[in-house]
């Protein structure tokens, strides 16, 4: 059945344009008016996330086309939105961009275009005047069935650079300019990698959000915005999900959540209880050892080399996990998991923190990005997510690597064969001791439907060989 969904896509030209300083102010604008606002992001991305989430007061989820399908993307939107007043996407880079130099997979103009939705197209305008007509004209005709439904422009010099942006736009009978934001007007966000630093209350507190929401309401036509995502069509609700019954609980799912893991796309984590998962968090920084009764262990990816040092001095939960995975159940470490279940981490200062020590190799962190992208992998062996030809998306963002090869130990193997779109790279890795998983990739377990089935399965099984 067909419901209202207002919705609009902030979308930039390139990256670096301000769409998340410019999402954020929006976000705290609507919800000054009272509105129940869900926030989605475009892409693999968990930084931007973390700040939707502050701003919006509920979770943030991802909507990847590379990852996974239109169908997932639509069910996840449709069912997040129904829950709210009005949704607000922030796009990926630049509108187009994606993992495709000559299609949209990928890109926001994919998620926009799979929505229906109004697209609000961010620019950079400083040193920019009449050239902001051209650039709008692209980008509207670059592919016409895209609805691009207004024009913010950021970074302006003066009000008077305003309007001469918006007679330029009305001119060529373009979009309208819906915002004209002068420079320093929105509070700076610290940047850190490639990202934003995860939002915490100290980086983006009340203040600093009602001071975002108020620079929206004075330089944006706010009404102008709600009309445009009102605009929106009508999309149609899955009615099957509301009929699906939850599992009974089977499998006691151990999650390290703290400031040093918190990288875990909220979808999958709710995928995991749908099949039958109690999640229990715990924090390798602070408690003393696994919680009890756990059946697998779930590290996901975070800033472990921010937090090595006491990690390394919380030597009881090591000595706790050391045990569990030579117990023979489960453990799956993701990027920073990976780090964690190493040897330990090297700083690009020298120090060496020693840490859990599973894997047979030390991790070093590097001055530069070792790697970022989409990544495909086939399964060579039977591991966790699923057995041998099995094929899961994912995404990989880190600063160190690898200082030995585990697999010249020989109780270790690799279990994923990767490949990168983008690059045509091959590579082994998936690093697999019994059931003992680590990689650097991020996996969405939406990109194979029955992941998560296969992890609760081997989890079960192990249970009742203990038996």
Request: charged residues 20%.
């Amino acid at each position: 059945m067909p419901f209202e969904c207002p919705r609009i896509v902030i979308a930039g030209t390139n990256s670096g344009v301000g769409k998340t300083s410019v999402t954020l102010a929006l976000v705290s604008a609507l919800r000054k008016r009272g509105l129940r606002v869900q926030t989605f992001k475009v892409g693999p991305d968990y930084l931007d996330p973390t700040y939707l989430s502050m701003a919006s007061g509920r979770p943030c989820y991802n909507l990847d086309g590379w990852m996974t399908d239109q169908n997932y993307v639509k069910r996840l939107f449709v069912d997040k939105a129904s829950r709210a007043d009005i949704s607000v996407i922030e796009g990926v880079m630049g509108l187009f961009d994606g993992s495709d130099a000559i299609g949209p997979e990928g890109s926001t103009a994919e998620i926009a275009s799979w929505l229906d939705a109004p697209v609000i197209l961010v620019v950079n305008v400083h040193g920019l005047a009449r050239s902001i007509a051209a650039l709008v004209h692209g980008f509207t005709t670059f592919e016409p069935k895209l609805k691009i439904s207004g024009v913010i422009a950021n970074h302006c010099g003066s009000e008077r650079h305003g309007l001469y942006l918006s007679e330029s736009l009305k001119a060529f009978g373009l979009p309208e300019l819906l915002a004209s934001i002068p420079r320093g007007s929105l509070p700076g966000l610290p940047s850190r990698h490639l990202g934003l630093v995860s939002a915490n209350v100290t980086i983006l507190n009340r203040q600093v959000l009602e001071t975002l929401g108020e620079a929206m309401e004075h330089y944006c036509s706010m009404d102008d915005i709600l009309e445009t995502a009102d605009r929106a069509s009508h999309l149609p609700q899955d009615s099957s999900n509301s009929q699906k019954k939850t599992p009974e609980t089977s499998v006691r799912l151990g999650i390290a959540k703290d400031s040093a893991f918190h990288f875990y796309y909220p979808d999958n984590l709710e995928a995991l209880s749908a099949a039958g998962c109690e999640l229990i968090e715990f924090s390798p920084l602070k408690d003393e050892s696994l919680p009890g009764g756990l059946d697998g262990v779930y590290f996901g990816g975070g800033y472990p080399e921010e937090h090595a040092d006491e990690l390394a001095n919380n030597g009881t939960m090591i000595d706790s996990i050391r045990q569990f995975a030579n117990s023979g159940r489960p453990v799956y470490g993701e990027c920073g998991g990976l780090m964690y279940l190493s040897q330990g981490i090297e700083a690009r200062n020298g120090e060496k923190f020693e840490l859990v020590g599973l894997l047979p190799s030390w991790t070093r962190m590097l001055p530069r990005l070792k790697s970022l992208g989409y990544v495909e992998i086939t399964l060579t062996k039977d591991s966790l997510f699923g057995c041998k030809g099995s094929q899961i998306r994912g995404h990989e963002f880190h600063y160190s690597e690898l200082i030995e090869d585990p697999i010249q130990n020989n109780q270790w193997t690799t279990a994923y064969r990767l490949s990168r779109p983008l690059r045509g790279i091959h590579q082994f890795e998936g690093f697999q001791w019994g059931n003992l998983l680590v990689s650097y990739v991020h996996g969405h377990f939406a990109s194979r439907s029955d992941s998560v089935t296969h992890f609760v399965r081997v989890c079960n099984n192990l249970k009742r060989q203990e038996k």
